[in-house]
């Protein structure tokens, strides 16, 4: 099973960055997004396609529809410069599975 | 303070065997599967495989089977990630994580060991 990222992304700030995740029929599946900021370890940000963890801002959201799940970051802020990366479970080959990752950078 | 801390950084040489491992605290480490995660010197997170500390049951990557061996001790609430032949392409940080079951996020992350392979 295959997460497609696109590898960059730039936007302003106060702006809204949404980030997609393509994967076949990826709404069957539960998409958790992951911030990774440079020289630290992943932080989960959305879970369960569309459910913060305590302490995520309510500036992050998730969606998915078709083949494609979309991270929504509104109102964006120098700190949310970082990579990000979509995760499934595929139960066919029971894998947990990574997108490549975004690199979100804030101008 | 709920964390995972893993093992610190490592330096060997190709064909050297070696074991890090990931302690958990301020939970109950035997209600979560412990997964591990390669990533590469400036790529993404590859998903290696996950051990119940419980049992010891394991799920392997295909791309990782038969490389390397997940293993956990639960009276010390500890997962060990290891290589019996360290390569060049075995060079990179790996993140332990916890998961509450299949399909789900992962949670708590572990700070990351960097392993380095080199002559």
């Known amino acids: 099973y295959v997460l497609t990222q696109p590898p960059s992304m730039s936007v302003a700030p106060g702006q809204t960055a949404r980030i997609p995740c393509g994967g076949h029929?990826?709404?069957?599946?539960?998409v958790h997004w992951y911030q990774q900021k440079a020289g630290q370890a992943p932080v989960l940000v959305v879970h369960?396609?569309?459910d913060r963890p305590s302490g995520i801002f309510e500036r992050f959201s998730g969606s998915v529809s078709g083949d494609t799940a979309t991270l929504t970051i509104t109102r964006v802020e120098g700190g949310d410069e970082a990579d990000y990366y979509c995760?499934?479970?595929?139960?066919?080959?029971?894998?947990?599975?990574f997108g490549g990752g975004t690199k979100v950078t804030v101008l | 303070e709920v964390q995972l801390v893993q093992s610190g950084a490592e330096v060997k040489k190709p064909g050297e065997s070696l074991r890090i491992s990931c302690e958990g605290s301020g939970f109950n480490f035997n209600s979560y599967w412990i997964g591990w995660v390669r990533q590469r010197p400036g790529k993404g997170l590859e998903w290696m495989g996950i051990?119940?500390?419980?049992?010891?049951?394991?799920r392997y990557s295909p791309s990782f089977q038969g490389q390397v061996t997940l293993s956990a001790d639960k009276s010390i609430s500890t997962a060990y990630l290891q290589w019996n032949s360290l390569s060049a392409s075995d060079t990179a940080m790996y993140f332990c994580?916890?998961?509450?079951?299949?399909?789900?996020?992962?949670?708590?992350w572990g700070q990351g060991t960097l392993v380095t392979v080199s002559s």
């Open positions: 369960g396609d569309d």
């Open positions: 029929r990826i709404e069957t599946k539960f």
């Open positions: 994580a916890r998961q509450d079951r299949a399909a789900a996020g992962f949670d708590l």
């Open positions: 995760h499934v479970w595929d139960s066919r080959s029971d894998e947990e599975v």
């Open positions: 051990v119940y500390p419980v049992d010891s049951d394991t």
